[in-house]
């Protein structure tokens, strides 16, 4: 089976503009999850989705958005950039809500 | 609230010496699970095990084994006779039943030849 991927691996844009990530889960997988990973605050959850329905928001600003498809894909919408959001972005799907989570290559996001 | 605490930072071994993470955590949940991952430099999060809060019962796979004891809330995870490509962080995560899933703060593991 193909694993996790995400578009684009590598992203730069200017503060003020928004951006938008995507996931595709690995195939069957019908829950995705989002973090964000920082070198000061590690591996941080933003939100997780499982059968098109938001079932936890970690705390984060409003700025951050996400869905999921029909299909299981995600993504995720960051708007108005600001130069803390420079990080890697991880999706990560798993069969079900509580179980083990498979995670994608990330996106590097680089907000200049 | 679900808390896990990785209280080391960075770990060097030589080759062949068999090194231990520590990870505790915290939850006033019965049902809860438990997961190892593995960062290497290449960056992406490989899963390595899942425990739920009702099966004690240490596991071991080839040079990995894993020490769960509900009664100290440890979930400690060995690698005997280490190698180079162990090199890795090493994170430690917990689960709340129905809960988002937190990381440890990640223990980076350096195995020199």
């Known amino acids: 089976k193909a694993g996790v991927t995400q578009t684009p691996r590598y992203l730069i844009k200017t503060r003020g503009q928004q951006v938008t990530l995507s996931c595709s889960p690995i195939s069957g997988h019908r829950s995705v999850s989002w973090y964000q990973q920082t070198p000061g605050q590690g591996l941080q959850f933003l939100f997780e989705y499982f059968s098109e329905t938001q079932r936890n928001k970690g705390n984060f600003p409003g700025r951050f958005s996400g869905r999921q498809f029909s299909n299981s894909r995600s993504e995720m919408n960051v708007s108005t950039l600001e130069l803390g959001d420079s990080a890697l972005y991880l999706c990560?799907?798993?069969?079900?809500?509580?179980?083990?989570?498979?995670f994608g290559p990330g996106t590097r996001l680089t907000v200049t | 609230a679900q808390k896990v605490t990785q209280a080391q930072t960075e770990i060097s071994v030589v080759e062949k010496e068999d090194v231990t993470l520590d990870c505790v955590y915290e939850t006033r949940d019965t049902t809860y699970y438990l997961f190892w991952y593995k960062q290497p430099p290449s960056g992406e999060l490989v899963f390595l095990i899942r425990?739920?809060?009702?099966?004690?019962q240490n596991e071991i796979s080839g040079r990995y084994s894993w020490n769960f004891q509900k009664s100290t809330s440890s979930f400690n995870f060995t690698i005997t006779a280490s190698q180079v490509v162990d090199s890795a962080v090493y994170f430690c995560?917990?689960?709340?039943?129905?809960?988002?899933?937190?990381f440890g703060a990640g223990t980076i593991l350096r195995v020199k030849s």
């Open positions: 990560a799907s798993s069969l079900e809500v509580n179980y083990e989570q498979y």
């Open positions: 425990r739920n809060s009702f099966d004690e």
């Open positions: 995560a917990l689960r709340e039943y129905g809960n988002k899933l937190v």
